[in-house]
């Protein structure tokens, strides 16, 4: 199974902020409080009830609990030899949620890690290894996308993208494959490139789509966004945090409502042509839902690419 020729695809993009409301057994961290991917093995039905609230809400697309599940990351919570397992749980887990339905589409999440390239915290080699090894998971537990996200270094983007589609041909699968670089407030990325390299870099690279997601809200991505309506040729994601952190009485918060991130994203939509579109941190399913409601029978803005 694998999107078709859907106008609009929403995404659900959220777990981790929302495992941290959730009500977790200490039992099921097993003394390794953060590792969320370790709940797919020991809490799966938390992990799939998280994932069913988004569907319930019209989510079209759901990311898999695995945003850290590679060897490098894991490695940090002495789970190195669980990446299969992990990673494999994770899919099944969003199966579970989607309960058969053929219209939801599950995208198996491979983030940045926790050591970039460009700034010399790992080689390349290393960091091919621990992509491959996690991807090949995802795709043996039959995920429909595959979503490389969060990049902050096009290095390790690029790492990641090449791994990705050398596995898809070894194994003879056509999978899409979704990109989604992170620009911080600066206007570029951790490393320092802007969004323009990042279009350049992977415009010859058969992507499903390219877009940004989280370290901040709507607001912040919109000339990015804008950009990639003018040039990129493919299909555009958004998937935003909720505005930026705040810490009311101790906790994290996000102050975008549902209705004004709703707002925002229809907008991107009917003005800029994205035709992905989801929320990263602080999202919620009332969020989807209003997101849901506000894109009914909206359809992307025809885009003027310059060649």
Same mark, same amino acid.
């Given at each position: 199974?694998?999107?078709?020729?859907?106008?609009?695809?929403?995404?659900?993009?959220?777990?981790?902020?929302?495992?941290?409301?959730?009500?977790?057994?200490?039992s099921a961290w097993d003394?390794?409080?953060?590792?969320?991917?370790? +709940?797919?093995?020991?809490?799966? !039905?938390? =992990?799939?009830? %998280?994932?069913?609230?988004? $569907? @319930?809400?019209?989510?079209?697309?759901?990311?898999?609990?695995?945003?850290?599940?590679?060897?490098?990351?894991?490695?940090?919570?002495?789970?190195?030899?669980?990446?299969?397992?992990?990673?494999?749980?994770?899919?099944?887990?969003?199966?579970?949620?989607?309960?058969?339905?053929?219209?939801?589409?599950?995208?198996?999440?491979?983030?940045?890690?926790?050591?970039?390239?460009?700034?010399?915290?790992?080689?390349?080699?290393? +960091?091919?290894?621990?992509?491959? !090894?996690? =991807?090949?998971? %995802?795709?043996?537990?039959? $995920? @429909?996308?595959?979503?490389?996200?969060?990049?902050?270094?096009?290095?390790?983007?690029?790492?990641?993208?090449?791994?990705?589609?050398?596995?898809?041909?070894?194994?003879?699968?056509?999978?899409?494959?979704?990109?989604?670089?992170?620009?911080?407030?600066?206007?570029?990325?951790?490393?320092?490139?802007?969004?323009?390299a990042a279009a350049v870099?992977?415009?010859?690279?058969?992507?499903?789509?390219?877009?940004?997601?989280?370290?901040?809200?709507?607001?912040?991505?919109?000339?990015?966004?804008?950009?990639?309506?003018?040039?990129?040729?493919?299909?555009?994601?958004?998937?935003?945090?909720?505005?930026?952190?705040?810490?009311?009485?101790?906790?994290?918060?996000?102050?975008?409502?549902?209705?004004?991130?709703?707002?925002?994203?229809?907008?991107?939509?009917?003005?800029?042509?994205?035709?992905?579109?989801?929320?990263?941190?602080?999202?919620?399913?009332?969020?989807?839902?209003?997101?849901?409601?506000?894109?009914?029978?909206?359809?992307?803005?025809?885009?003027?690419?310059?060649?």
């Open positions: 199974m694998r999107p078709n020729d859907h106008d609009v695809l929403i995404l659900d993009g959220a777990c981790g902020t929302n495992l941290q409301e959730m009500d977790i057994p200490s003394g390794r409080e953060g590792c969320n991917e370790l +709940l797919n093995l020991t809490a799966p !039905e938390r =992990i799939a009830g %998280l994932h069913r609230g988004f $569907v @319930d809400a019209g989510a079209m697309v759901l990311e898999t609990n695995t945003f850290g599940a590679n060897r490098i990351v894991l490695e940090e919570y002495g789970l190195e030899d669980r990446v299969e397992a992990i990673n494999t749980a994770g899919v099944e887990n969003a199966r579970a949620a989607i309960d058969g339905k053929a219209d939801v589409y599950v995208a198996g999440s491979v983030g940045p890690g926790t050591k970039l390239p460009s700034l010399g915290h790992v080689s390349v080699d290393v +960091l091919a290894e621990a992509c491959r !090894e996690q =991807i090949r998971a %995802l795709v043996q537990a039959d $995920v @429909d996308i595959l979503i490389i996200e969060t990049c902050q270094d096009l290095l390790q983007m690029k790492t990641a993208m090449t791994v990705c589609l050398d596995i898809l041909e070894e194994v003879g699968k056509d999978i899409p494959v979704m990109a989604s670089v992170t620009i911080e407030r600066t206007g570029t990325m951790l490393v320092g490139s802007d969004i323009a870099t992977f415009e010859p690279y058969p992507l499903f789509s390219l877009g940004l997601n989280c370290a901040t809200g709507p607001a912040d991505m919109e000339s990015h966004i804008r950009y990639l309506s003018r040039n990129w040729p493919g299909r555009i994601s958004c998937v935003p945090n909720q505005g930026m952190p705040e810490v009311v009485d101790g906790k994290t918060r996000y102050p975008l409502s549902p209705e004004a991130y709703a707002a925002e994203m229809k907008k991107f939509v009917s003005q800029y042509g994205v035709s992905v579109v989801g929320g990263c941190c602080g999202t919620t399913p009332e969020h989807t839902r209003h997101l849901v409601a506000a894109l009914e029978g909206v359809t992307p803005a025809q885009r003027e690419v310059v060649s």
